[in-house]
């Protein structure tokens, strides 16, 4: 792990700590899985983005769109 110096605002340490004492665990602990979970739905956005970006072409592409004809045909190697 990285040690990590954040400042935070009064109210946000006040509830974050208070949310830590709740839960008996760590503010530290607590951040981790906040930032975490940030991280992952700054994925899932950047994700998502991409496979809007990439539509136009899965719809008209023809090297993309070849085996169209086989969906929902029984495959057997």
């Known amino acids: 792990m990285y040690r990590t110096q954040i400042l935070l605002e009064p109210e946000q340490h006040k509830i ?6 709740q839960e008996k665990r760590s503010l530290s602990d607590v951040l981790r899985e906040m930032v975490d979970k ?3 739905e700054r994925r899932r956005i950047a994700l ?10 899965y719809r008209t592409d023809p090297e993309l769109t070849a085996f169209q004809a086989l969906d929902g045909d029984a495959f057997h190697a």
């Open 48 to 57: 998502a983005a991409a496979a809007r970006a990439l539509l136009e072409d």
């Open 38 to 40: 940030q991280i992952s």
């Open 16 to 21: 974050l700590t208070e949310i830590a004492r």
